[in-house]
């Protein structure tokens, strides 16, 4: 197989008959958007908001308003965040994505629209739109559109996250979507078997960590939740979680769970104190059928993998207070993952000044949200501001690595090599030096 040309942060890639456009997250990670033009077939894939320090005015071109159809590869809402803004402008065509990916989708909109303040009523008439124009898409199945083909495949980012592979009379197009890591927890691998045929002749593809490779297994990841839970146990203190609610709480609940079954921590109490992280892992309960091997085998002799002795929910806002007064060990999760907002901000205020408490980030905490405020007020025993008070940071904050639902560069280049004659690889969702480090590590390794 020669190999194929890589392009690192360019909006036009041309087909034979159309093209392939970039409209967001051509330069940096979030505001997924891309436009697919095939004969006569105009399908939008994603419509994502920028986030963070990516965070810019989210302006929906025209080139987004007027295609046949939405694709969405998951529910993360730097890939469906501007879907309300999009139907808000008339739009009236069918959404397209797997069954799992609008039944998150619709739970991560409406949080985020009650975050904005919206209007009841205007959150419900956007759900009811969106539920018209949904059109399920399970795995394996193909739907033509407008003189196109439209096929989704596992992609092992989350819960019914896709790839999404078109196909025309004359150009055939995959658009990765978010490509998780292999053997993740819950979750099967991202697909690697390509039905015959033509060439593809783009592949629009992420590039979260195209300068770098995963350092942490699964086993550090266990061992080291052991070791933070069994100190919380010696000095009887909580373990509070900021956790991002969709897929980064149930992977924490599955390991948490595999250290309980496998009687290496005793089953303390865990409060899964999201209501949004509570409904996400319904919808995963009510998707089991989308698990892995592993799980579904688990499933098959009654142990749920995202349920244990003492792992209770907490539904209620006067509840969350409640727990605040509970003595430890305990665990907390709660959201939000980098500390802007949520009950998390409750436990945080009570829990930073008590020498027994630790503080477990599982993701990474931006430059200026609370979460990074936190880690360096911890590091030269400073005060910090959460939920409108001044803090001092006595607790033990601890960051729990590895838990990366993104491919590193091998597992990217690995996933590439199986998507059958590339011509042509677009990649997006990365800022513009781990696109350029993957165009250079790519190149090095495929035979030219």
């Known amino acids: 197989m020669s190999r194929p040309a890589f392009a690192a942060h360019t909006e036009a890639h041309p087909l034979l008959d159309g093209e392939v456009r970039l409209l967001g997250a051509v330069r940096q990670v979030t505001g997924a958007m891309t436009r697919v033009d095939t004969g006569r077939a105009r399908l939008l894939v994603d419509c994502g908001v920028s986030q963070g320090r990516d965070r810019a005015p989210n302006l929906l071109e025209a080139a987004a308003k007027d295609a046949d159809a939405l694709v969405l590869t998951h529910g993360h809402l730097d890939h469906i965040g501007q879907v309300p803004r999009l139907l808000d402008g008339g739009w009236d065509n069918p959404i397209y994505a797997t069954p799992a990916t609008l039944a998150i989708a619709r739970i991560s909109l409406e949080d985020s629209l009650g975050m904005d303040r919206l209007p009841d009523r205007e959150i419900d008439a956007f759900l009811k739109r969106f539920g018209e124009l949904s059109r399920p898409l399970p795995y394996g199945r193909t739907v033509r ?17 896709a790839s999404a592979e078109i196909r025309s009379e004359q150009s055939r197009v995959v658009v990765s979507g978010d490509l998780g890591r292999p053997d993740s927890p819950l979750l099967r691998d991202p697909n690697t078997t390509w039905a015959s045929g033509p060439p593809v002749d783009v592949v629009v593809m992420e590039s979260t960590y195209g300068s770098r490779e995963h350092v942490h297994s699964h086993d550090d990841i266990e061992r080291e939740l052991e070791a933070v839970v069994k100190e919380a146990i010696r000095v009887s203190g909580k373990v509070l979680v900021p956790a991002f609610a969709i897929g980064r709480t149930q992977t924490l609940i599955w390991f948490l769970n595999d250290l309980v079954e496998s009687g290496r921590i005793p089953a303390i109490p865990v409060a899964i104190d999201t209501p949004m992280g509570i409904a996400v892992t319904k919808a995963y309960s009510q998707w089991r059928s989308l698990f892995d091997k592993e799980a579904m085998e ?43 907002g949520g009950r998390i901000l409750g436990h945080l205020r009570e829990g930073l000044p008590d020498p027994t408490t630790t503080v477990l980030f599982v993701g990474y905490q931006a430059e200026g949200t609370p979460g990074r405020r936190i880690q360096s007020a911890a590091a030269r025993g400073g005060k910090v501001h959460v939920d409108g008070e001044e803090v001092l940071v006595r607790a033990k904050v601890r960051t729990l690595k590895g838990l990366s639902a993104h491919a590193d560069r091998k597992e990217l280049l690995a996933w590439l090599r199986h998507v059958p004659d590339v011509r042509r690889v677009a990649l997006h969702h990365g800022d513009v030096t781990a696109q350029e480090d993957f165009v250079r590590y790519a190149e090095e390794r495929w035979p030219g």
């Open 298 to 340: 688990r499933l098959a002799v009654g142990d749920d993998p995202l349920d244990f002795e003492q792992l209770f929910q907490v539904k209620r806002g006067k509840d969350s207070a409640r727990i605040r007064d509970l003595p430890g060990p305990m665990i907390v999760i709660a959201g939000s993952g980098m500390v802007t």
């Open 145 to 161: 559109i407008a003189g196109a083909e439209l096929t989704l495949h596992e992609a092992g980012h989350i819960l019914g996250s």
